[in-house]
Nanobody
Framework: QVQLVESGGGLVQAGGSLRLSCVRS????????MGWFRQAPGKEREFVAA????????YYADSVKGRFTISRDNAKNTVYLQMNSLKPDDTAEYYC??????????????????WGQGTQVTVSS
């Protein structure tokens, strides 16, 4: 059984920064691509960022490119999302996810095997 536990969400002013963390337990962490998605009230869950199992390849939604950075520490079974220059539009519940088949290509949401419980990020204007 795989478990994903996110932390690091909170309330921040526009222009500020937050770092989300996701610890994975269960099957070998280093063999799986990891990603972050978010869901704002009344909207569908959308892809934010993903990283390959080796950390050599990253993917970002256009809306966060240049502001967010995804990274992983396989020794700690942890994936991070550093979020800088936050905007009110970034307000959402952020979910960690894992994909055994990888996140390369379209329809990244359909590739998810497991979801975390989510952590709330609120950006005030």
């Amino acid at each position: 059984q795989v478990q994903l536990v996110e932390s690091g969400g909170g309330l921040v002013q526009a222009g500020g920064s937050l770092r989300l963390s996701c610890v994975r337990s269960g099957r070998t962490f280093s063999s799986y691509d990891m990603g972050w998605f978010r869901q704002a009230p009344g909207k569908e869950r959308e892809f934010v960022a993903a990283i390959s199992w080796s950390g050599s390849t990253t993917y970002y939604a256009d809306s966060v490119k240049g502001r967010f950075t995804i990274s992983r520490d396989n020794a700690k079974n942890t994936v991070y999302l550093q979020m800088n220059s936050l905007k009110p539009d970034d307000t959402a519940e952020y979910y960690c996810a894992t994909a055994s088949s990888g996140f390369r290509g379209d329809n990244k949401r359909s590739r998810v095997d497991y979801w975390g419980q989510g952590t709330q990020v609120t950006v005030s204007s």
